[in-house]
Structure formats: structure tokens, C-alpha cells
């Protein structure tokens, strides 16, 4: 399993207490979503502590979040928001994880693209035990090159914390490069984005810095009258982890673990009513790397349901 810091993938989404308060000086916005649904992986894995397993299992997931946005002024807005996902299996219960995220963002327009600062933090239970805190930082620019063309940039600061392996705790830097082109009255996106980023361990086998691509299309259309959703994306990272030298009574050993992960994703959302949605999602990744037991492949497939008033 794959801990998604930034982008929390839930399983049914209920958005709930749609709250709006306006005056002549600013808006303010509350939602509230729940949720739930089925999920199956073709290989359990805690990518985070190297522990990849060739079992399967089914279960489901459990999510909830509330998310609020106040428009301060013309120009400057603040949101944040709190998410809790969990997954639960049916058989290796060793691999249930629990995910709270909660973030801070402000922004401020300026008078031809936008700055901004977002705070996250986020805890991880592995089978009931808390085992990873993050936190991360990150400023962002953006502008509109053409109207139909976005351009967004961040560079991040991040730090994670291991309960029980202090060896891994680490902090890092990176940057992301973005850009967003719309077609069809904004009915068709597509994206493709740069990445890069540098992390320092407690122990220094687990630094290292990597670099990576993401692309994704989506289009919105009607099937029988019913707004719909379909999206393609594809997501590229490769990491080079310093040498490590282990020493042995007999001689010394170099270790590397240098590994590149290719991940395709494909999902579909169906509004069945005006706030209430299907979802289905396939994940494939392929997942390289120098030591042999972190190699594999990952299937994981969902079906979700979601509903908003």
C-alpha cells in the first residue's frame, strides 16, 4: 500500500452540512463528506517500511472530511481541511491502515497570477499503531499563460517520523512544475507535470534523491442523459538511494537499492442522481528496484459510491 499524503483516495464520498455565509466582505463555505467502499490488491505492501507481500486480499474502506474555504477579500482566500481514511482487509489484518490528513492553505491574487502557502500534516496507523507523522510545506505559484493554459510551480519542505524505526526518520526538499490545458469548455483537461525531490534519513542508506513525470486526461460527457467522468493517468518516478557499505567479517559489501516505479490509473465516475455518484478505479504499478524483494507488480481495483448535499 502506497501512503497518498497529498491526494487522499476514498472509497465513497458523502459531502454533507453545505453551509454558506456571505456579506459585503467575505464568503465562507463549509463541507463535510463520509464514505465508503470495496477494495481488492493483488499484492499487500507497507512501501514505507519495505515490507511487500505476495498475498491478495479484499476489504473496504472508510472515509470522511470536512473542508472549509472563507474568501477574505477579493484576493485573498484560506481553506483547510481535515480527511480520515481507512482500509481495512478481510484476512491479513497486519495490513489495515488508518490515514489522517489535515491541511491549511492561503492564497492571495495578484494582478496576473496567484501565491500561495499550504500546510499538511498527516499520521498513518499500521493494524491499529500509529507507525508514520509527515508534515510539509510548500509555496506555489500560478498563472494563466493563455486562457485555456495554467502554469503551476511549488517547492516543499517536508519531515516524517517513524515511531518504532528512528532510522528512517528523514526531512527533504523538492519542486513541482505543472501544467494544465483545457478543451471543450473546460469539459476535457489535460495535465503534465515535472517533479523533483531530495531526502535525508537518520541512516544514510535510505537518502536519496529522485526524479519523476506525471500526465493525466480526463473528460466529462453524457451517458443516457447522466453526467460522467472518465480519467487516464500515468505517473513515473525514479530514485537513487545513496550506496551503503555493510561491513562484515569477511569483507565489506556495497548495497544499493536504486528503484523506478511506472503506476497507470483509470477511473470513471457516474452521477446517478444530482449528488449521488458511482465510482470505479483500477491502479497498476510496476515497481523496480536493485534489491529483488521490493520488485513487483500491484493490481488494485475499487468501486466507490459517492453522495453530496
Known amino acids: ?40 490488491n493483488s499484492a499487500l505492501s507497507v512501501d514505507e517500511l519495505d515490507d511487500v507481500s505476495s498475498q491478495s486480499d479484499s476489504g473496504h474502506e472508510l472515509y470522511g472530511s470536512i473542508k472549509a474555504k472563507w474568501q477574505a477579500t477579493d484576493k485573498a482566500k484560506l481553506m483547510a481541511s481535515y480527511a480520515y481514511n481507512q482500509k481495512q482487509y ?13 491541511s491549511v492553505d492561503g492564497s492571495y491574487q495578484l494582478q496576473s497570477s496567484e501565491l500561495g502557502m499550504r500546510i ?14 509527515y508534515q510539509q510545506v510548500s509555496v506555489y505559484h500560478g498563472k494563466f499563460l493563455q486562457p485555456e493554459t495554467y502554469l503551476r510551480s511549488s517547492i516543499k519542505h517536508k ?32 495535465l503534465l507535470g ?23 486526461v480526463t473528460h466529462k460527457f453524457d451517458v443516457f442523459g447522466l ?10 518516478q525514479k530514485k537513487d538511494y545513496q550506496t551503503f557499505n555493510l561491513e562484515s567479517q ?14 497507470v490509473e483509470l477511473n470513471w465516475q457516474l452521477h446517478v442522481l444530482d449528488n449521488l455518484s458511482v465510482n470505479a478505479q483500477w491502479q497498476y504499478g510496476d515497481y ?11 493490481n488494485i481495483t475499487s468501486v466507490r459510491l459517492n453522495y453530496s448535499f
Open 90 to 102: 478481510s484476512e491479513y489484518s497486519q495490513y489495515d491502515l488508518a490515514l489522517h490528513q489535515i
Open 194 to 216: 515535472v517533479n523533483a525531490e531530495q531526502e535525508n534519513a537518520e541512516e544514510q542508506q535510505f537518502d536519496y534523491w529522485a526524479v519523476g513525470f506525471n500526465t493525466k
Open 227 to 236: 453526467s460522467s467522468k472518465v480519467g487516464l493517468g500515468l505517473r513515473y
Open 288 to 298: 523496480q528496484s536493485l534489491i529483488s524483494s521490493q520488485t513487483y507488480e500491484q
Open 1 to 40: 500500500m502506497k501512503l497518498s499524503l497529498n491526494n487522499i483516495t476514498c472509497a465513497l464520498a458523502l459531502t454533507s452540512s453545505s453551509l454558506v455565509w456571505a456579506d459585503n466582505q467575505s464568503d465562507f463555505i463549509l463541507n463535510a463528506e463520509l464514505g465508503a467502499g470495496l477494495i481488492h
Open 250 to 263: 569477511q569483507d565489506n559489501e556495497n548495497i544499493e537499492r536504486d528503484e523506478n516505479r511506472k503506476i
Open 120 to 133: 499538511d500534516a498527516a499520521s498513518a496507523d499500521l493494524a491499529g499503531d500509529t507507525f508514520l507523522t
Open 159 to 190: 519531515v516524517k517520523s517513524f515511531t518504532e524505526l528512528p532510522s528512517r526518520d528523514a526531512s527533504g526538499v523538492g519542486a513541482n512544475v505543472d501544467l494544465f490545458h483545457f478543451l471543450n469548455g473546460a469539459n476535457t483537461m489535460l
